[in-house]
């Protein structure tokens, strides 16, 4: 059974960190670009950052960039998104998603599998 799960979310102050972690079962995400994608209540899903497979090129959303840092660990199956200097916007579900293409890309239509995400607060 294919399967992602995102895991280290929580409540952080502004200016805090986090490293979430997507770990797959039932395939190997050596060959799948991932992508981390959030969702703030009333908003729409947005790409956040993405790593490609073919030669682990990494793309950031504006938002987030010098901030957020992708990186893959292909023996341990899992990529994980560091995320520093938070601010109160970041606050959203955050999923991570597998792209059989392995060129990533921040829109989430391309995508081919889902996590059931994993909640980030960002609030003093």
């Known amino acids: 059974q294919v399967q992602l799960v995102e895991s280290g979310g929580g409540l952080v102050q502004p200016g805090g960190s986090l490293r979430l972690s997507c770990a797959a079962s039932?395939?190997?995400?050596?060959?799948?670009?991932i992508g981390w994608f959030r969702q703030a209540p009333g908003k729409e899903r947005e790409g956040v950052s993405c790593?490609?497979?073919?030669?682990?090129?990494?793309y950031y959303a504006d938002s987030v960039k010098g901030r957020f840092t992708i990186s893959r660990d292909n023996a341990k199956n899992t990529v994980y998104l560091q995320m520093n200097s938070l601010k109160p916007e970041d606050t959203a579900v955050y999923y991570c998603?597998?792209?059989?293409?392995?060129?990533?890309?921040?829109?989430?239509?391309?995508?081919?599998?889902w996590g059931q995400g994993t909640q980030v607060t960002v609030s003093s």
């Open positions: 039932g395939f190997t995400l050596d060959y799948y670009a």
């Open positions: 998603a597998a792209d059989s293409t392995g060129w990533g890309t921040l829109w989430p239509q391309l995508y081919d599998y």
């Open positions: 790593i490609s497979s073919s030669d682990g090129s990494t």
